[in-house]
């Protein structure tokens, strides 16, 4: 069964720390991933997203992913932490064009002053 | 502003009531799908529908209905409603080629901001 992954469901980091938050997918066929952002009290938005042309994704305010099919990964990652990037975040993919989105279980971004 | 709009955002009912959670969007998107959030489990696909008159079963479908009679509305209906069903509802859509087929497969998902229903 097509599955996604989020290690960790809770990361805290210092502010200027690296974002580090984890994906993985089970798949045995090329997958389309894609990573959104929750704030508090609002609906998911689009960090970025991978459709098998480069493997490292660049995305909004500064967040990035690298699709490794060797790892079934797609981490998320940010070098710097900025406190407006305290929110919940979640793994998505899916793995044909009919559009359904399969999500991981999300994971709770807290960044320390 | 375009986008999802969804309605009510805030809804407490008693077990057995019934109610619809509306959804409408002006981006005359095809695709449209409800999900529900529920702590540590993610999001999880309800129903969805891949035009007016088309509608599917995702991963969690039992208590609720859907139908699509226009583009713009997809309404989430809870028949009777049980405590089971108390949680974050969302409602997505996106655009698609022919019903069904996304012309890049790179679905972007345009979401409401939410409605949080509670069950008695």
């Known amino acids: 069964a097509q599955s996604v992954t989020q290690l960790g469901s809770h990361v805290s980091v210092s502010e200027g720390a690296l974002v580090l938050l984890r994906c993985n997918y089970s798949?045995?066929?090329?997958?389309?991933l894609f990573w959104y952002v929750q704030y508090p009290n609002q609906g998911l938005q689009l960090l970025l997203k991978?459709?098998?042309?480069?493997?490292l994704v660049k995305g909004i305010n500064g967040f990035e992913a690298e699709f490794k099919k060797s790892e079934t990964s797609f981490h998320l990652t940010k070098p710097s932490a900025h406190m407006s990037d305290a929110a919940e975040y979640f793994c998505?993919?899916?793995?044909?064009?009919?559009?359904?989105?399969?999500f991981g279980q999300g994971t709770e971004l807290s960044v320390k002053p | 502003n375009a986008g999802v709009t969804q309605t009510p955002k805030f809804q407490v009912l008693k077990t057995g009531q019934s109610m619809t959670l509306q959804c409408a969007q002006d981006?005359?998107?095809?695709?449209m799908s409800w999900y529900r959030q529920d702590p540590g489990m993610g999001l999880r696909l309800i129903h969805y529908?891949?035009?007016?008159?088309?509608?599917d079963q995702g991963e969690v479908p039992n208590g609720y209905n859907v139908s699509r009679s226009t583009t713009e509305d997809f309404p989430l209906r809870l028949l009777s409603a049980a405590p089971s069903q108390t949680s974050v509802y969302f409602c997505?859509?996106?655009?698609?080629?022919?019903?069904?087929?996304?012309?890049?497969?790179?679905?972007?998902?345009?979401f409401g901001a939410g409605s949080r229903l509670t069950v008695l």
């Open positions: 997505a859509s996106t655009p698609t080629g022919l019903a069904g087929v996304v012309p890049s497969g790179a679905n972007v998902l345009t």
């Open positions: 798949s045995s066929v090329p997958p389309y």
């Open positions: 991978y459709t098998s042309a480069a493997t």
């Open positions: 998505a993919v899916t793995y044909n064009q009919g559009g359904k989105l399969i």
């Open positions: 981006m005359n998107h095809e695709y």
């Open positions: 529908s891949v035009g007016a008159g088309i509608t």
